[in-house]
């Protein structure tokens, strides 16, 4: 068995972590706080874009097309949870409706037949400006002196590591793509594995929330 | 010719590479910027509270001085200036020896009293455990007084120390005797390799600490504790008493 068999395997892991995060949100759902309704919401949309990318992957030839939609989904999840909680939004407000209309723009006008030509900056985008938002969230509580708890700190920490390592793994995604080396593979397996640690987290972040639910007192 | 191999696409991810570097730069610095702001922030606010503790420490100095002065100018005008006073009249009017020099011995007294209220005698000869008997005799006709001297080591105590302590035991029989309604006292006094531990214990109606942690006498405790370079931990519980525990760590110089 090469890498390629590994990483095929290995993708069908995700849509079960999904299924069982979705199970846990919505048996807790009654005593989960509005941010861990959002990003629940997340993992069920995660997942629809999961089975939609296999059937239209398979009906296609090609699954592309989801790519910058995956980008804007984030955009939108993670702004609407920063945002939030950004006290001096007006800039950050302005940034992510660039970014949004960037994105719709490329929906639009992006040829995913075309794999040669393929290069979209959607998610490259939606990760650069969430990387912003925790960054700026950070500063916020850093400088106002609000003390995080260790959940909501680590939750922040995960976010962030998250899209920065989407950003930097896939910006060359026409490489990914095109180029079937052993590095490509191995760049799309260290996606894989992000990915599901990511899941995982944020699992466990709702199932902490959903066994011991605490008032929001200082935010994210 | 694929996407990722023209050059203003690699020029273009090589940009997005660095204005994310970038934001990461400016981000770290800006958060050192904001810890050392916060750093000098909460340095200058301990400074701003040791300097204002100080100065309360120094109005209660001043304010205890004035205290014992008067303390001290009341004790000679109303015991020993009166007395003289009546030994003068007697003499002007009736002359008895036996009743002059029953009057001069008491006046004696009263100034010795005095004098050994401003400074015990023999301090210099006299060790630490056995003045604190003599300060705490005068009070076991009014409370019940269980004293335990645990001595492990000799100490060379300095005057100014043993002044000290015996200010600092005095001020807290005195707060008992006046407030606690207390009908006990325990003292364990402990004298070790490692320092010197003293605990006053009472079976009083105890004190609201927030209510007179700032009052003039612990104010005047806490002084005196500095001055001699210890600590102190002083609580207390609405009808269960009060207890007040000083520790003077041991410096080699004054290990015999």
Same mark, same amino acid.
């Given at each position: 068995?090469?890498?390629?068999?590994?990483?095929?395997?290995?993708?069908?892991?995700?849509?079960?972590?999904?299924?069982?995060?979705?199970?846990?949100?919505?048996?807790?759902?009654?005593?989960?706080?509005?941010?861990?309704?959002?990003?629940?919401?997340?993992?069920?949309?995660?997942?629809?874009?999961?089975?939609?990318?296999?059937?239209?992957?398979?009906?296609?030839?090609?699954?592309?097309?989801?790519?910058?939609?995956?980008?804007?989904?984030?955009?939108?999840?993670?702004?609407?949870?920063?945002?939030?909680?950004?006290?001096?939004?007006?800039?950050?407000?302005?940034?992510?409706?660039?970014?949004?209309?960037?994105?719709?723009?490329?929906?639009?006008?992006?040829?995913?037949?075309?794999?040669?030509?393929?290069?979209?900056?959607?998610?490259?985008?939606?990760?650069?400006?969430?990387?912003?938002?925790?960054?700026?969230?950070?500063?916020?509580?850093?400088?106002?002196?609000?003390?995080?708890?260790?959940?909501?700190?680590?939750?922040?920490?995960?976010?962030?590591?998250?899209?920065?390592?989407?950003?930097?793994?896939?910006?060359?995604?026409?490489?990914?793509?095109?180029?079937?080396?052993?590095?490509?593979?191995?760049?799309?397996?260290?996606?894989?594995?992000?990915?599901?640690?990511?899941?995982?987290?944020?699992?466990?972040?709702?199932?902490?929330?959903?066994?011991?639910?605490?008032?929001?007192?200082?935010?994210? | 010719?694929?996407?990722?191999?023209?050059?203003?696409?690699?020029?273009?991810?090589?940009?997005?590479?660095?204005?994310?570097?970038?934001?990461?730069?400016?981000?770290?610095?800006?958060?050192?910027?904001?810890?050392?702001?916060?750093?000098?922030?909460?340095?200058?606010?301990?400074?701003?509270?040791?300097?204002?503790? !100080? &100065? @309360?420490?120094?109005?209660?100095? *001043?304010?205890?001085?004035?205290?014992?002065?008067? +303390? #001290?100018?009341? =004790? %000679?005008?109303?015991?020993?200036?009166?007395?003289?006073?009546?030994?003068?009249?007697?003499?002007?009017?009736?002359? !008895? &020896? @036996?009743?002059?020099?029953?009057? *001069?011995?008491?006046?004696?007294?009263?100034?010795? +009293? #005095?004098?050994? =209220? %401003?400074?015990?005698?023999?301090?210099?000869?006299?060790?630490?455990?056995?003045?604190?008997?003599?300060?705490?005799?005068?009070?076991?006709?009014?409370?019940?007084?269980?004293?335990?001297?645990?001595?492990?080591?000799?100490?060379?105590?300095? =005057?100014?120390?043993?002044?000290?302590?015996?200010?600092?035991?005095?001020?807290?029989?005195?707060?008992?005797?006046?407030?606690?309604?207390?009908?006990?006292?325990?003292?364990?006094?402990?004298?070790?390799?490692?320092?010197?531990?003293?605990?006053?214990?009472?079976?009083?109606?105890?004190?609201?600490?927030?209510?007179?942690?700032?009052?003039?006498?612990?104010?005047?405790?806490?002084?005196?504790?500095?001055?001699?370079?210890?600590?102190?931990?002083?609580?207390?519980?609405?009808?269960?008493?009060?207890?007040?525990?000083?520790?003077?760590?041991?410096?080699?110089?004054?290990?015999?």
């Amino acid at each position: 068995m090469n890498l390629i068999n590994y990483i095929y395997i290995l993708t069908y892991v995700s849509p079960l972590i999904l299924t069982l995060g979705i199970m846990v949100g919505a048996y807790y759902y009654s005593s989960l706080n509005s941010i861990s309704r959002l990003l629940l919401f997340y993992l069920l949309a995660s997942f629809i874009f999961d089975i939609l990318s296999r059937v239209i992957g398979m009906v296609n030839g090609n699954n592309l097309i989801l790519w910058p939609l995956l980008g804007l989904l984030e955009l939108a999840v993670f702004s609407k949870l920063y945002l939030k909680f950004i006290k001096k939004r007006k800039g950050i407000w302005t940034l992510v409706l660039m970014g949004i209309v960037y994105m719709l723009l490329e929906i639009v006008y992006i040829d995913s037949g075309n794999e040669t030509a393929f290069q979209p900056y959607s998610k490259i985008v939606a990760s650069f400006l969430v990387v912003l938002m925790v960054l700026v969230y950070f500063f916020q509580n850093i400088d106002s002196e609000v003390k995080i708890s260790r959940n909501k700190l680590y939750l922040n920490f995960t976010i962030l590591v998250f899209f920065a390592f989407n950003l930097v793994l896939l910006l060359p995604l026409n490489f990914l793509i095109n180029e079937g080396s052993d590095l490509s593979f191995s760049v799309l397996l260290v996606y894989l594995i992000v990915n599901l640690l990511f899941y995982s987290y944020l699992i466990y972040f709702i199932w902490k929330n959903g066994k011991n639910p605490k008032p929001l007192l200082y935010g994210l | 010719m694929e996407e990722w191999q023209k050059p203003e696409t690699i020029t273009l991810w090589i940009v997005i590479i660095g204005s994310f570097l970038i934001l990461l730069l400016g981000f770290i610095m800006l958060l050192v910027r904001t810890i050392f702001k916060k750093i000098v922030r909460t340095k200058m606010a301990e400074s701003k509270a040791q300097l204002e503790h !100080q &100065e @309360k420490l120094l109005d209660t100095t *001043i304010k205890t001085q004035e205290i014992e002065r008067k +303390r #001290i100018a009341a =004790d %000679l005008h109303d015991a020993l200036i009166g007395k003289l006073t009546v030994l003068k009249l007697k003499n002007q009017m009736n002359y !008895q &020896e @036996k009743d002059s020099v029953y009057l *001069i011995d008491d006046c004696i007294a009263t100034a010795r +009293r #005095i004098s050994h =209220d %401003l400074s015990p005698p023999l301090l210099e000869y006299t060790p630490l455990s056995e003045l604190l008997q003599e300060i705490l005799q005068p009070w076991e006709n009014s409370l019940q007084i269980v004293c335990r001297y645990d001595i492990r080591t000799n100490y060379n105590h300095t =005057d100014d120390f043993k002044i000290q302590l015996t200010r600092i035991i005095q001020e807290l029989i005195t707060n008992v005797s006046k407030h606690a309604k207390a009908t006990q006292i325990s003292v364990h006094f402990r004298q070790s390799q490692k320092g010197q531990t003293l605990l006053l214990k009472d079976n009083g109606q105890g004190f609201d600490m927030d209510k007179y942690a700032k009052g003039l006498g612990l104010n005047n405790i806490e002084t005196r504790v500095k001055y001699l370079q210890g600590t102190y931990h002083m609580k207390s519980i609405i009808g269960k008493g009060t207890s007040a525990l000083f520790l003077f760590k041991s410096s080699n110089n004054n290990l015999l």
